[in-house]
């Protein structure tokens, strides 16, 4: 185990920029984490969501008994508001313009009332394609499975869960490159 890993620590560390090349596994990981760290975080406020999401999901369409479609779509809806705070807060608060030091008291605060709008409606853009994109998939994933499983919530959940992978691939995009540009 040991000695794969020292293998693939050495692989890896072979595709680094040479000043990389000499430090060990805790310097790595401080690396990595810098490099990759809003794509981690990214993932984080995701999956985070995901669970807000499907707990809405189930509770609209098993507790309150509302259709799958609506209940879908008010769970997707109210996860899109949430998805914005955090990825604000959190992921890409580094990328938001700082007017004044004086001015940002919280990360969140950070940006004018414009900016911030501005913002807001980028990501309701890019959520709607994204929406898109997990509705979509959601709606023919179940179409098709409810032909081939017995079970309905197996295949609501399966359903669920491609569609929120399409729905993350149009999110990151949108996000990374447009909504929360540098």
Known sequence: MSSQL????ASFKA???NGYRGKNHKQLSQVIWLKYHES???LLVGAGVFVVDFSLFLLLSNVFELALMPARVTAFIISVGLSWGANRCWTFKGRCKVPSKEHAKASCEVGSHQQKLKQLGKHLCVASFAALANLSVFYWVNIVLIQLVDDVSIS???GFAIGVLAGLVVNWLGANYWTFSK
Do not use: A, E, G, N
């Open 156 to 158: 609501r959940f399966i």
């Open 15 to 17: 595709k680094l920029p």
């Open 40 to 42: 981690m975080r990214f």
């Open 6 to 9: 020292s293998l693939l620590t």
